[in-house]
Antibody, heavy 117, light 107 residues
Framework: QVQLVQSGAEVKKPGASVKVSCKAS????????ISWVRQAPGQGLEWMGW????????SYAQKFKGRVTMTTDTSTSTAYMELRSLRSDDTAIYYC??????????WGQGTTVTVSS | DIQMTQSPSSLSASVGDRVTITCRAT??????LAWFQQKPGKAPKSLIY???SLQSGVPSKFSGSGSGTDFTLTISSLQPEDFATYYC?????????FGGGTKVEVK
């Protein structure tokens, strides 16, 4: 059973950076892609980007280009999402999700990121 | 980018009702359409992929149909555990995009 476990909640000040981790277990991490999706309070789902854990290929949503970096560490089966220059409207739950029958079959439990001065 | 429009944005239904949610894409996405269920405080759960295929373990009361630009999710007999928000998502091309969600509430 594929499982993704994300890092804990973060509180950041405007202008800071946050790095969220997503550790995979019980599947071949290096042959899969990981998407990152966020959800602002009371809002819908917003795709941020995707990374291929095998070759590092990436695709970022235009909205986040220049501010986000997605990486993977195949030795620990962990994916990372770093978001820089945080603003209050970056306050959200950040999810990682991995491929299966579609591109976002299995989801992590989510990481709450709060941006507040 | 492909825009996904879901309707209705919310609906009220009773236990035992048949519920249908629609999702429309702004361009042909073939059958690259997934449906998700999200309960408050929880991560989304994948229900359907390829427009009409049930994920493993998902009960058969859920069904999906459609291809091209128009899709539906049907819950044949609504149960208490089905009250949640449902999202469609196209994965035909990047950026992946979601519908705005349909909140299914108790009538």
């Amino acid at each position: 059973q594929v499982q993704l476990v994300q890092s804990g909640a973060e509180v950041k000040k405007p202008g800071a950076s946050v790095k969220v981790s997503c550790k995979a277990s019980t599947y071949t991490f290096s042959s899969s892609g990981i998407s990152w999706v966020r959800q602002a309070p009371g809002q819908g789902l917003e795709w941020m980007g995707w990374i291929n854990a095998y070759n590092g290929e990436r695709s970022y949503a235009q909205k986040f280009k220049g501010r986000v970096t997605m990486t993977t560490d195949t030795s620990t089966s962990t994916a990372y999402m770093e978001l820089r220059s945080l603003r209050s409207d970056d306050t959200a739950i950040y999810y990682c999700a991995t491929e299966g029958k579609s591109l976002t079959d299995v989801w992590g439990q989510g990481t709450t990121v709060t941006v507040s001065s | 980018d492909i825009q996904m429009t879901q309707s209705p944005s919310s609906l009220s239904a009773s236990v035992g009702d048949r519920v249908t949610i629609t999702c429309r894409a702004t361009q042909d996405i073939s059958n690259y359409l997934a449906w998700f269920q999200q309960k408050p405080g929880k991560a989304p759960k994948s229900l359907i992929y390829a427009a009409s295929s049930l994920q493993s373990g998902v009960p058969s009361k859920f069904s999906g149909s459609g291809s091209g630009t128009d899709f539906t999710l049907t819950i044949s007999s609504l149960q208490p555990e089905d009250f949640a928000t449902y999202y469609c998502q196209q994965y035909n091309s990047y950026p992946l995009t979601f519908g705005g969600g349909t909140k299914v509430e108790v009538k």
